[in-house]
C-alpha cells in the first residue's frame, strides 16, 4: 500500500510535501546527536498532518529539541532568532557589524555618506587596509518575506552613484565592494538580475557558500534572541543597551545587570550562553 503524501503550508504560503529528511537535515545542522534527530524525527513524522504550517512543525520540534538537548535547541531556532531582532531592524545592523568585526574589519553603522549625485545613508560600512565595503541590511520580521528585485534596484543604483566618490575609512580609498544583505531570502528575479548586474547578495541560504546561516554558524556570533533563558522583555532591555551577542552574556558585564535582570536570570543566561558560544581557547 502507498503511503499518503502530506503537504504542509511554509511561511510564504506555498504548500510542499511534508520531508522528514529535510527535518533530518536541521536538526543535523545545529548539532542534534542521531539518536535526538531520530526519536523528534520519527515523533513528527508520526504527527504531522496534511495543511500543518512549517511554523506548528517547526515549534514542535523546537519543544522536543529543547527536553533533550536545550544547547541545541538554541542553535536550531537560530532563523527565527534573527527575525526576533525587530521591529526596527537596527540590532540587525548591529549584528551585521559584528560579522564583519569577526572577519576583521572596522565597522561603523548608519552612516550617511555622499555619492555623486546625492547623499546616502548606509547600513553598515566595514574596512581593513585591503578593502572598503558598504552593506544595505535588509530585516524581515516574518520569515516568509523575501527581498524583492525592487530591493536589488535601488541597492545596485544607490552603489553605483558610491562608487565615483572617494572615501576615508582608514585612508583615502574608493568603495570596493556593496553587498545586500538579509535575514531571509531573495526573489528568483531578484537573485537573477542581482548575478547579471553584478550585485553582491547575501541572504540566509544563498548563496550555497558564504550565506548568512553559515557565517552565523561559523562565526558563532548567536544573537541573545537564541536564548531560552531570556523573556522577551529581558532581551529588548539588553538590546536596548547594545547587547545583541550571546557571547556578551557570556562574558557577563556591567549591562546585564543595569538592563535590570535578576541575578538569578544573569546567572542561567551566562551558563546557557556558555554553552551556546564556547570561549575560543
Known amino acids: 500500500m502507498t503511503e499518503k503524501k502530506v503537504f504542509i503550508i511554509k511561511t510564504d504560503g506555498s504548500r510542499e510535501e511534508f520531508n522528514a529528511v529535510k527535518l533530518n537535515e536541521s536538526l543535523t545542522k545545529a548539532g542534534a546527536s542521531p539518536e535526538v534527530r531520530e526519536k523528534i524525527s520519527g515523533h513528527i513524522a508520526r504527527e504531522v498532518e496534511d495543511g500543518m504550517s ?12 529543547h527536553k533533550f538537548q536545550w544547547p541545541v535547541a538554541a542553535r536550531y531556532s537560530l532563523k527565527r532568532a534573527i527575525a526576533d531582532l525587530g521591529p526596527s531592524g ?5 549584528f551585521v557589524a559584528e560579522i564583519f568585526k569577526a ?29 572598503l565595503i558598504m552593506a544595505e541590511a535588509k530585516f524581515h520580521n516574518e520569515l516568509g518575506m523575501k527581498s524583492d ?4 534596484l535601488y541597492v545596485k543604483a544607490r552603489f553605483d552613484d558610491l562608487k565615483e566618490m572617494e572615501f576615508v ?17 531573495f526573489t528568483e528575479k531578484a537573485v537573477r538580475y542581482s548575478e547579471c548586474a553584478g550585485v553582491k547578495l547575501i541572504g540566509w541560504n544563498y ?35 547594545g547587547v545583541v551577542l550571546c557571547r556578551n552574556v557570556r562574558d557577563g558585564g ?3 545587570a543595569s538592563a535590570g535582570l535578576r541575578k538569578e536570570t544573569i546567572e542561567e543566561a551566562v551558563r546557557e550562553s556558555t554553552l551556546l558560544c564556547p570561549p575560543v581557547s
Not at 111 to 130: F, L, R, T, Y
Open 149 to 152: 528585485l525592487k530591493v536589488a
Open 254 to 256: 556591567e549591562a546585564l
Open 54 to 65: 512549517t511554523t506548528a512543525i517547526y515549534r514542535h520540534a523546537f519543544e522536543l529539541l
Open 90 to 94: 537596527f540590532p540587525f545592523e548591529k
Open 207 to 241: 548563496p550555497a557558500v558564504g550565506n548568512l546561516h553559515d557565517t552565523i554558524s561559523d562565526t558563532g556570533l548567536h544573537p541573545i534572541t537564541c536564548l531560552t533563558s531570556l523573556s522577551s522583555a529581558d532581551k529588548k532591555s539588553l538590546m536596548g543597551k
Open 103 to 131: 572577519k576583521g574589519f572596522e565597522t561603523l553603522t548608519d552612516q550617511i555618506v555622499n555619492g555623486k549625485c546625492i547623499d546616502h545613508e548606509v547600513d553598515v560600512v566595514a574596512w581593513n587596509e585591503n578593502k
Open 169 to 185: 575609512y582608514g585612508s583615502k580609498r574608493r568603495l570596493d565592494e556593496g553587498i545586500l544583505i538579509t535575514n531571509t531570502n
